[in-house]
Every structure is written in structure tokens, then in C-alpha cells.
């Protein structure tokens, strides 16, 4: 062992001393790369978990600049939960610079349906992922079986509250299946159900809420849109009457305001992630977009 | 004092900005006396030409292939460089010539793109880099690289002082300016394509130029100003990335920030100096 190796270490047994120690023997600290896994994680650890999130409900979670604070937090984690099929890459920036050895990595992707997954890809299909399309927490089925998996983790890493993380990530399966009714009487309301997006972000929420996306505003993934493109969009538009265009608030404006101005149709600006890292959160989180859909005023909720 | 000090990643992105500031404030020097400040931007975006040049032909990520044809598009940059300074031209400053390259490289990267989108984020990174994530390795491997590239400016470091402080008198005595320049330009082609990987192109500038101009603001001559740069580079990684750690925030813009913060100071003091100095002795005449 070299001396550099030598001083980080005692570094870190200082600091291992420094921190509150009784709470990190009572709680798994779980950490998430976005605030949905981190939701999802809070309702199945309940008071044996403390989960935190590296992205925000803001953040494109397709980039997300990595910074110190972030290595700190996953240094001190037991678990942490990535999103996987290459949407969350940043990450391993961030567990590789965390040099936690105890840290168990899940990849919550494990067991969801997979849907656009390439036969093979090629540069002309644009910025597609190669292992399907990573938005998969849109539907909401799939955070039950993402529930599921981070339960066994759970139980796996602390089999005394075994029986707990199941049962909760049981009754988080059944209040799936209560909010997935709900919204899905509200898409099933909609005077059409036909919506225009900007990104292939939406493919599972369109999935899971019979919704049909007539087109993507991007011309391939990750590609802005072409002038022409938009002008097939408003031909779409018009033709089939759509009223809908859904965009992250972190994409320009620019093509909404002209899909408004030429066919229109009303822009909805949802963030595919939920507001936080708290039990709830996630479920809450499609009544809010689907009553965005449905014509609720953009800032009603928060 | 902050938790981040304790993980080895702080120590990897100083050492990182070390390896170069180290290399750039040199570079530095030559390029602002040069004159050519853009030109480090130039071949840093021919470099990204090559890289999406890459993405177009192979959509396999293939490393080696990548870092050819970036090289090569730098390459291409040294040599258009070097023959432009060879060439007389009444009016128009090689600068000029720089900013066509840096532009005219820039719109062919959205050309390329625009038939394969499948790297715009792959560029996107090259182009910003990653101090706190980069791999150990690779910042060794680049020490190496730069080391060698060092090394060569010394033993060569008559001709290249040459050329750059007095390029007529330099052809006058039978340098051959040309080839000479463009072993310059290569050479900081190589520095530049890897440096941009690690601290993005932003940062890049930053260490290249701001060091230099701190060490010939505080010394007309070539030692004491280098020594000065060097010491002034050092300083401006440390105080930016303690400052990143502290308030948590991004490595390069942090560094690029706190280097001009010293440059401000450095030039209240040598201001506050000359004061002093013709205070207590009026300058005659």
C-alpha cells in the first residue's frame, strides 16, 4: 500500500468517525439517479431506508453534470439504483469516484418490458439507445416491478426487515394499480387521444394510457427539429386534429410556440421526472401529467 | 474541512490540471507572442471535426479510430497554419485566417451531424471534458505524452524561441520557417487534442492563455515570465477546484473563473507597484 493510499484512507476513517455514526448503523442509505427510483425506493424501505436523488425533477437525466457533493453523498451509500439501458452512463462517473467497495449497485431496468428495442443500430437511426428506449418508469406497472426488484435488494441486504421491504413493495403494487385506474379513466375521457411529443421520452406513459403519438417533434432522437420536419408536424396536426404537444420543460421552446402558432395545438410541459425523493411522489406524479393532458392549468400543481 | 478532500477524486482532477497547466502555460507563451490567440480553438474544433468524421464512418465507438482522425484534422489545421505564415499578405493578420478555420470547422461538424446524428452528446462531452471523473490512467498517460512533447521543446527550444520572438530575423539567419511552424503547430495540435478530453475547450483556453499573460504582465523576460505562469497556473487549479469542492460546483468554469480572479489581482498589484515606484523616484522627463 502506497502512502497516497495510506493517507486517503486515514482520511476516510477520520471522516467515518466525524460523521453520525448511530444514524448510518440504523438506516441503508440509498441513492438514485433520478427522483422516481429514489420515490419508488422511499415507499418500499419506509423507516428502514434513507434515499436521496442525484438528478432532479428539473434535470435532463440524459446529461447531468457531476459534481463533488454528489461522489460524497454515493461514498456514503449502501445501495444505489441506477436507471440502466444506458440512460444514467454518468453515473458510473460518480460510483467510480465515490470509492465505496460496500456499495451494491442495482440496475432497476432488471425485468421491465423493454419497448423500441433496436433490431440493430446504425447511425442514421440517431441518438437511440441500443439497449430499447430507457423512459421505462413512465408506466407506471413498470414501477411495480421495479418496486419488486428493489424490495429483494432490500431484503437481500437486510434480512431482518426482510418481510417489511415485500410487504410494502406489495401494497406499493396495489396502489399502482389504483392510480393507474384513475389516470387511465382520465386518458380514456380525452376528446382525443392522439398527442404530438417532442422527444421519445413518452413511448411507455402513451403505452400504458392507450395514447398514440402521432410523431416526435425530433426527427430522430436527439436531433432539434428541421424546419420541414415541423412542417409535417403541422400537416399531422391539423389532419387528425390533435390538440396536445408534450415537451420537458428543458427542451427550447421554439418548436411548441410554432406548432401553437401554425396548428393550434396546446403545448404541455411535464417533466418525465416526479418532484421528489419522498413515498408518493412517483404515483402523484402521472395524476398531475395526465391531468396536464386532460387540460389542467400548467402551474396548478407544483 | 469538506468531505470531498477525503476521496481520491479531488486529488485525480488536481493532479489533472496540473499535468495541464504545466504543458499550457509554455504553450501559452508562444501563442500569446505570438499573437495567435484562437488558434488553440481552432485545432480543438478541427479535432472535433475528426470526431464526428469518426461517428460517420464507424457507428461503432472505435477509440483509436477516433483519436486518428482527430489528430489527423489537427494535423491538417497545423499545416494550413504554418503555410499561411509562410505567405505575405498585405492586410489581413493570421488571426483572421484562425477564426475561417475555427468556424468553418465548427459548421462542418453540424453538417456531419446533421447525416449522423448518433454522437451529439459522444461531442458534446469531448468538448466540455470531465475532471472529476476522469480516469487515473489516462491522466498518467497524458503526463507521459506531455512529458515527451516537453522534453522536445527544450532540446529544440533555440529554434522555437526563434521563430516565435523574432520570426524575420529567424528567416533571415536560413530558419525554415514553414517546417518549423508546423512541427509547432503539430506538436501543440497533440497537446491540444488530449488536453480538450480531459478539461474542455473552455478550460483549455483559459490554462493556455491566462497564465502566459499573467507572466509576461509581470516580466518582459522569457525565464522569469514562464516561472511566473507556471507558479500562476498552479495556483489558479488550486484555488478553483478547493472553491469547486467548497460550494459544490463544476471543475472547469470554477478554475477558468479563479484564474482570472488572480489575473485581476496580479494586475492591482503590479498597478499598485508602479505607483509606489514612481512616487518615491519621479520618473525623469
Redesign the interface.
Known sequence: MNA?RMS?LL??I??GILLPSGVAHAKLKVGASTPDLASIAASVGGDQVEVFTIARSTSDV??V?????Y??RV?RANLYLKVGLGLDQ?AD??I????NSKLQVLDCSRGVPVLDKPAS????????HPYGNPHYWLDPRNGSIVAATIGEQLAKMDPPHAADYRARAQAFAKQVDVTFARDKAIAAALPNRTILTYHASWVYLANAFDLEIAATAEP?P??PPTGKHLQELVAIAKGRKIQVFLQEPYFSEEAGKFLTRQAGVRVVKASPSCDSAVAGSYLAHFDTILGMIAGAPAGGKP | M??????????TALLASLVLAGIHAYLGFHIVRRGVLFVDLALAQMASLGVALS??IS?HEDERLTYFLALGMTFVGAAVFAWLRGQERRNVPLEAFIGIVFATAQAAVFLVL?K??????HL?EALVG?L??VDPRHVLNTAILYAVIGVAHFLLRKPFFEITNDPHGAALRGRRLFWWDLAFYAMFGFVVTSSVQIAGVLLVFGFLVIPAVAGLMASGKTGPALAIGWAFGVAGSLVGLLL??QY???AAPSILVSLTGLLIVLGMGLGAAQALQAVRRPAPG
Open positions: 497516497f486517503t482520511l476516510l477520520v471522516a440524459h446529461r453534470e457531476v459534481l463533488p457533493s461522489m460524497v461514498s454518468w462517473g460518480i467510480d469516484g465515490s470509492r443500430v446504425s447511425a442514421a437511426m440517431g441518438d437511440v430522430v436527439g436531433i | 469538506n468531505a470531498a478532500l477525503a476521496l481520491p477524486f479531488f486529488w461517428l460517420v457507428a446533421e449522423s446524428p448518433s454522437g451529439p452528446e458534446k470531465s472529476y471523473t469547486a469542492i459544490d460546483l463544476p
